[in-house]
């Protein structure tokens, strides 16, 4: 009776499933879109003028690009342009479109034991490793982490590797921000999450922006379709639906209005 | 300590409310369990019964090995069946990838040796006049092996439950194989690693809750079980 039931409701529930089956965009993006809920207020938009259902993972940007050199996925929404050009360069992706910015924001207690408030980042990357003020990392491979990489080799350091006050979580970038309010510690974040972080902190969290404006934090979010020559099942075309429409004039504007607690989290800058 | 009970209380509001996105990966779960636990129980019962009923060359190293896999790491298999179904690997034809039906490929290899493991025991545990008795009645095999698996019925029916236990709980392959897609692949466990992560307690503590109430009722559903074979 249990097996038969079982099966019979296996059975349908594959057949539904299959029934379902109509113009599927699969995604992979980074955490950050997913984390703040941009996505959210995005996919329905996109579904709605074209039709096409939208479904992302989000993992963080190297992950991302792996499943796009996998074939897994058909579009790509990240934010690392070097490792996004290596890819164009080697054939792996191709339309890489702009679509919108924010800045990334070093961010630690209140307090500030290790006094980088209003230091340039260089500044501040150097005295992390002279005053030990301990510093989450992604370590992931996400955008965020190749970034904060790159900050430890504009400082002129090798990256920390096993040093007690530097801290590789392996999660997203919500996760992170709580490891280190938790230990009393910085980390870089975009500022997008971070307001998120704030507002679910009800505007009133542990962790304060102290280091920002730098012209190197800059953070550049870009599309590209998985080049249907090197993966011939991807479903090119809705990936280029997918990538004009980021860019229309309608999104471009809903990405602006996207707001938490008054504050925009990205800027459009398709075209730009 | 206030967040654990605001949690508490946001996620009985969840519960009640009925809240979309908690639906979703409820019902998510258990879509994916069930089509899990039912492969685990159409493939393993037979391979159990094989394995407890007859005897041939190398039986005892296979039933070590079936042992051996009831503590297979859920990220293993996650891993494995990952790079299985991926469009570069050799099923990734069948496009199961981010999919219900693949994370049950997945859930089915993790539950498989719990079925066949505890097939394999009650049958071999079983009276051992069963068998001829069947034979002198002119059964054929098939007949055989449906009326033996019928007589342990109860103990398929305990296979049953342990495996499924593992099967909702585990979050390695729903994560990995699944992609933790929102309203598609989203079960209880990977939300509530989303959500933690996320640091929004009082979902993760709603879908906790949901999670114990599943696993009282399968509890609860084999004492029911018992029960009635008693009778």
């Known amino acids: 009776m249990l097996v038969a039931t079982t099966v019979a409701l296996s059975l349908i529930m594959m057949l539904a499933t299959v029934g379902m089956a109509k113009d599927v965009l699969m995604m992979a993006t980074t955490t950050s879109t997913d984390n703040t809920g941009l996505l959210d207020e995005l996919a329905p938009m996109f579904t709605e003028d074209t039709g096409i259902d939208l479904r992302w993972t989000a993992i963080g940007t190297g992950k991302a690009l792996a499943m796009g050199r996998n074939c897994d996925v058909d579009v790509l929404l990240v934010h690392a342009p070097g490792a996004e050009k290596k890819e164009v360069d080697a054939g ?16 630690g207690p209140a307090s500030d034991p290790a006094g980088v408030k209003g230091m340039g980042v260089v500044e501040a990357m150097k005295t992390f490793a002279v005053k030990h003020g301990v510093f989450c990392s992604r370590g992931d491979n996400s955008g965020t982490n190749k970034k904060e990489l790159s900050l430890w080799k504009a400082a002129g350091m090798a990256v920390p590797e096993k040093q007690d006050w530097y801290v590789q979580t392996g999660q997203g970038m919500i996760a992170t921000i709580r490891v280190a309010a938790e230990k009393g510690g910085y980390t870089m974040t975009d500022r997008g999450t971070y307001i998120k972080y704030e507002a679910n902190e009800k505007g009133n969290p542990a962790l304060k922006v102290l280091v920002e404006g730098d012209k190197t934090l800059f953070n550049q979010y870009s599309a ?22 980021m860019a229309s004039a309608k999104a471009q504007k809903a990405i602006a209005d996207f ?6 989290l990205f800027t459009p800058n398709a075209g730009m | 300590m206030d967040y654990l009970l605001d949690g508490l209380m946001q996620a009985f509001v969840l519960l009640f409310s009925g809240h979309e996105e908690t639906y979703s990966a409820v019902s998510i779960t258990i879509m994916v369990s069930s089509l899990s636990i039912a492969c685990c129980l159409i493939i393993g019962a037979p391979l159990g019964f094989l394995l407890g009923n007859n005897k041939f060359p190398g039986r005892k ?8 896999l ?7 298999i996650g891993l494995l069946v990952y790079a299985m179904l991926s469009s570069k690997g050799p099923l990734g034809e069948l496009g199961l990838l981010f999919t219900i039906p693949g994370i049950a490929v997945g859930q089915t290899l993790l539950g498989l040796p719990i079925v066949i493991a505890m097939t394999a025991t009650a049958v071999e545990n079983m009276d051992s006049r069963l068998k001829p008795t069947l034979r002198t ?14 007589e342990a019925r109860f103990h398929m029916a305990l296979a049953a439950v342990a495996a499924y236990g593992r099967i909702v709980s585990e979050i390695g392959i729903s994560m990995m194989v699944g992609g933790n897609i929102k309203w598609h692949t989203r079960t209880i466990t990977t939300a509530i690693a989303l959500e933690t992560g ?7 503590i709603a879908l906790g809750l949901v999670l114990l109430l599943i696993a009282f009722a399968v509890n609860l559903s084999v004492v029911g ?7």
């Open chain 1, 92 to 107: 792996n992706a191709i339309d890489r479109t702009q679509l919108m910015y924010n800045d990334f924001v070093i961010i």
């Open chain 1, 259 to 264: 707001r938490l607690m008054g504050k925009q």
């Open chain 2, 70 to 76: 009831l503590s297979f790491p859920t990220v293993v």
């Open chain 2, 198 to 204: 996320k640091g929004q307690f009082a979902m993760g």
């Open chain 1, 224 to 245: 590209m379709a998985v080049n249907p020559a090197k993966c011939p099942k991807v479903q090119y075309e809705l990936a280029g639906k997918f990538i004009d429409w």
């Open chain 2, 137 to 150: 009645l002119g059964a054929s095999p098939r007949q055989v092996l449906l009326t033996t698996l019928w």
């Open chain 2, 61 to 68: 190293v296979l039933r070590m090995l079936m042992d051996t």
């Open chain 2, 225 to 231: 079980l018992r029960r009635m074979a008693e009778k």
